[in-house]
């Protein structure tokens, strides 16, 4: 997998500009303002993980193995959609029937999104196998 270090940079490096963020509210006394063990943790995950994604980069470019293509897609909106929608539905049981509706849509157009990306790879299949 040659972009799996790739993400475990982007969230370390999301991390430590959370973490940085904090800085801002070091002046606040009080239960509101930030304690130390507080910045101390989120940047030690911060650090954590791009130590771990660049050793995972480092890796990954040492093996130096060409990577085949797969029928699984690495990504899939339609599946994000598909669970964007669950959670609306869920919280449409606090907030009204509207958001249960909505969720209901979003669900529908993120299963047909999963669908479609099963026809399209039954097809490429078959098109690989008559090949």
Excluded at 15 to 33: D, E, H, K, M, N
Excluded at 64 to 80: C, F, I, M, Y
Aim: charge should be positive; glycine fraction near 16%; charged fraction near 15%.
């Amino acid at each position: 997998m040659r972009r799996a270090g790739i993400v475990l940079i982007a969230w370390g490096l999301w991390l430590g500009v959370l973490t940085a963020l904090q800085a801002a509210f070091r002046s606040i006394r009080g239960p509101l303002g930030v304690h130390w063990i507080e910045a101390a943790m989120l940047g030690g995950a911060a650090g954590a993980c791009l130590l771990a994604g660049l050793v995972l980069w480092a890796l990954d470019a040492r093996s130096g193995a060409v990577e085949r293509p797969r029928a699984v897609a690495t990504d899939s909106v339609a599946t994000a959609t598909l669970i964007a929608g669950f959670a609306l539905v869920l919280l449409g049981a606090g907030f009204g029937l509207w958001l249960i509706l909505i969720g209901a849509g979003v669900s529908a157009l993120g299963l047909g999104g999963l669908v479609r990306e099963a026809l399209a790879r039954r097809r490429h299949r078959g098109e690989a196998e008559a090949a």
